[in-house]
């Protein structure tokens, strides 16, 4: 029942297009990808969370690899997102303000999330992985949104 919303959510590309008229997101070609594959990785976690609460064992047992995939195929459009960007980046904040929040947001996006669960699908790892998804994707989402409103008009 869930897919047929999620589907016409994804195809809908009205918000998705507009992001390129905005100012500093005019190189940001990756964004509506990014933002497509990161939802439907955090829709997986959210759903794997209450599963494993419930001890729903058919779906803990399958939900697990459709994460990994979804978190492994995050990597692509986020690397080409963050390369499309680095210039804007460049121009609003400094070096090490970059390194800093590109770490964080990279360590608790991907590598994190990943590890927790290689290293157990217990209840307590796969609330870890949610909390570090969830955290490392809301800190990309913010950092994008003030890309537009910190950039002067015509960057």
Do not use: D
């Not at 507009?18 to 594959?37: D, F, I």
């Not at 680095?86 to 991907?110: C, D, S």
Request: glycine fraction near 10%.
């Amino acid at each position: 029942m869930g897919l047929l919303p999620g589907f016409g959510s994804a195809a809908y590309k009205g918000v998705l297009l507009s992001t390129n008229a905005q100012p500093g997101w005019k190189e940001a070609r990756w964004m509506g990808r990014n933002l497509t594959n990161s939802a439907l990785l955090m829709g997986c976690a959210e759903l794997l969370a209450p599963s494993a609460l419930m001890r729903l064992t058919q779906s803990t047992a399958i939900l697990p690899i459709a994460f990994v995939v979804m978190l492994v195929l995050n990597v692509i459009p986020l690397g080409l997102l963050f390369a499309n960007l680095k210039p804007t980046h460049a121009r609003l904040y400094t070096r090490e303000q970059q390194w800093r929040v590109g770490v964080f947001m990279i360590a608790a996006a991907t590598p994190i999330p990943l590890g927790l669960m290689v290293v157990s699908g217990g209840l307590p790892f796969i609330f870890g992985v949610v909390i570090f998804l969830l955290t490392g994707t809301w800190v990309i989402r913010f950092v994008y949104v003030k890309i537009s409103h910190t950039s002067p008009l015509g960057i």
